[in-house]
């Protein structure tokens, strides 16, 4: 398909694995590719919906775990719950959490590492030079400005698959922290 690997494998075997930029449906198939072009066994979230018959169970069986973004409930106290029971977890968290454009990144997968004292490694698709692979582990720092710096400088010229719906890379938290 003309795809270059770019990085290297993690050498992380516990942690947060953001996808971005996520512009397009080619973005799960071709992030499974090269995951196992890696080596990485993934487990990633993604939307209810992608998990209904016919196709629901290879959806679990390629490492989904079905998302109900419309119901109430704690996403990141499960998540953490499973970093603790699961070793050598990887899970996969689509920053943007849909593949339109979106003003802020949704900060979940922040949260999920901090609480769950993993790393955060970037995994990128990049359209405009065919590449996809990883970059450098974050162990993040509390400082969420800082942190969200270090995904600013990674995705820096780097192009979806429909480049207008990449949004900014930020978190609502940097502008408005909770209390």
């Known amino acids: 398909m003309g795809w270059q690997l770019a990085g290297e494998r993690p050498t992380h075997d ?5 996808a971005a930029p996520h512009t397009s449906n080619w973005d799960l198939p071709l992030m499974l590719i090269f995951a196992a072009a890696f080596d990485i066994k993934a487990t990633w979230m993604g939307k209810h919906s992608l998990f209904y018959a016919p196709i629901g169970w290879i959806m679990r069986k ?3 775990i079905p998302i109900a973004r419309h119901k109430s409930g ?3 106290d499960a ?4 970093f603790e029971t699961i070793p050598h977890l ?5 920053t943007e959490g849909t593949r339109e454009k979106a003003e802020y990144w949704k900060s979940g997968f922040y949260h999920i590492a901090r ?7 970037p995994s990128f698709l990049d359209f405009g030079r065919k590449r996809g692979g990883f970059g ?3 162990e993040t720092t509390g400082d969420m400005r800082a942190d969200m710096q270090f995904f600013r400088d990674f995705y820096h010229g780097m192009q979806g698959k429909i480049p207008a719906q990449f949004g900014p890379i930020r978190l609502a938290d940097e502008d408005n922290p909770p209390p």
């Open 14 to 18: 516990h942690y947060v694995l953001i």
């Open 62 to 64: 390629l490492g989904g």
């Open 74 to 76: 704690n996403i990141v």
């Open 79 to 82: 998540m953490v719950e499973t």
């Open 90 to 94: 990887v899970l996969v968290v689509p």
């Open 115 to 121: 609480q769950a004292s993993v790393p955060i490694v």
């Open 136 to 138: 450098p582990a974050l």
